[in-house]
């Protein structure tokens, strides 16, 4: 009786996924055509990378990036770009480009169409994306595609990356997804090509590249070396589509970008950072930031190298090897949300195939009896707190509260996983 309860119980889950994705894609085709076309061009897509796309595509890539010395983005040469593209932009909005150039290369066709038929799209084309991703977690949770795409629906972070036009789907979770379905499957090098794509959405970098590290440390190097040769290719594949110049102007401007969510100058909504270093920092004045910053960097630095010794303490267990990988790209997942420094709200996507892999009743991780509840909590906790940080955008305390949170659910997966090392299945 119970497990009918639950069986239903799920099924309704799945019928008001299916219900709200269809009332997402009906709202944003109406948003972006008919009834909010002006507020559209304060979007993270349109004000960002529909403008970068204009620069590359008319010759302009060098007024992508700010001047390397520069601690504000307002009236540099994309700032005036964006308002020059789009004459609606509020005076008061700053346009600001961060990512490698090869990103404004991709979204330079995108410009032959107006900026709202072009968002327009991008969120069709993101969909197909979150599709695909759906299909390959299927495959390795034995759950139908179906029912991971509608419930990714639910997923506060995914509707949120749609809505503003953002990678987070495209460029981040498409390759993290391919490349740990690769991995899977027993093709370390080609997964970690494929994972040298994320160069193009950063954020979700560090999760591949923590496999990759834990790998090479117990001597199995062909990830690290896929995404090395990867990297190499996008970086000459910049040069030769961008000149030295505008590469080296990339890789200067993160040191603006840095300034730009820390120094206070700018409109970076504070109440959808995410992140722990981030939330800790912003509680102090702008003068402190400076030297506040290192400790709390080397701390979440602590947590990558606690968290690879822990993974290679599996190496010396009987458990195969599909649930060790699987185990590590968790464990990436979870860090990456907790502590990379540059991180909003909805770039909490990292987490949604972290929640796939812990709610499957059949999957690579070994079952123990907590990790559903754990993946459950945090897939609620995460997107409950979308419309709370709205409503109290302006304060400092509610996205730091959801971080806590998260690292209280992490610790007690850590704690479940640690049961596993002491298993009479794992021993050796």
Not at 161 to 189: D, N
Not at 233 to 241: D, E, F, H, K, R
Not at 295 to 311: D, H, K, N, T
Not at 336 to 354: F, G, R
């Amino acid at each position: 009786m119970a497990a009918r309860r639950s069986f239903s119980s799920y099924r309704l889950l799945v019928f008001f996924g299916t219900v709200w994705a269809l009332a997402s894609m009906i709202l944003l085709v109406d948003s972006n055509l008919f009834s909010q076309r002006e507020r559209f061009e304060e979007s993270d897509f349109i004000m960002t990378f529909y403008v970068a796309g204009r620069l590359a595509a008319t010759g302009r890539a060098r007024e992508l990036y700010p001047p390397p010395d520069a601690r504000s983005y307002t009236g540099t040469d994309f700032d005036k770009a964006a308002h020059e593209f789009l004459p609606h932009l509020p005076t008061n909005s700053t346009g600001a480009y961060m990512y490698i150039p090869l990103v404004a290369g991709f979204f330079a066709p995108f410009t032959s169409v107006g900026p709202h038929l072009a968002l327009l799209f991008w969120q069709a084309l993101s969909v197909a994306a979150l599709a695909l991703c759906a299909a390959l977690l299927a495959r390795l949770s034995a759950v139908k595609p179906s029912e991971v795409f509608f419930l990714s629906f639910l997923f506060g972070p995914v509707f949120l990356t749609l809505w503003a036009g953002q990678l987070g789907l495209g460029f981040g979770l498409l390759p993290l997804c391919l490349g740990y379905f690769l991995l899977m499957r027993h093709r370390p090098l080609a997964a970690g090509i494929v994972w040298s794509f994320l160069l193009l959405k950063p954020q979700y970098f560090f999760a591949a590249a923590f496999v990759g590290l834990v790998c090479a440390v117990a001597g199995r190097y062909r990830i690290l070396l896929g995404m090395s040769g990867g990297i190499v290719g996008l970086i000459l594949l910049t040069l030769v589509m961008f000149s030295w110049p505008v590469t080296t102007q990339w890789l200067l401007s993160h040191r603006v970008a840095d300034a730009y969510f820390f120094s206070g100058l700018h409109g970076i909504p504070s109440h959808l950072l995410t992140g722990l270093p981030a939330n800790l920092l912003i509680l102090f004045p702008v003068e402190q930031r400076g030297w506040i910053k290192l400790p709390l960097y080397a701390a979440a630095a602590a947590l990558w190298l606690f968290g690879l010794w822990f993974c290679l303490r599996f190496n010396k267990t009987r458990i195969d090897e599909p649930a060790r990988l699987s185990i590590a790209f968790l464990i990436g997942l979870v860090l990456s949300a907790l502590t990379l420094p540059h991180l909003l709200y909805y770039d909490l996507c990292v987490l949604l195939p972290a929640g796939v892999l812990l709610l499957a009743e059949r999957g690579p991780l070994p079952r123990q009896p907590g990790l559903r509840k754990i993946g459950a909590s945090a897939w609620l906790l995460v997107s409950a707190s979308l419309p709370l940080l709205l409503i109290f955008a302006n304060r400092k305390v509610p996205p730091l509260l959801l971080e806590l949170i998260l690292l209280f659910l992490a610790i007690l997966l850590w704690k479940d996983f640690k049961r596993c090392l002491h298993s009479p299945l794992a021993t050796n």
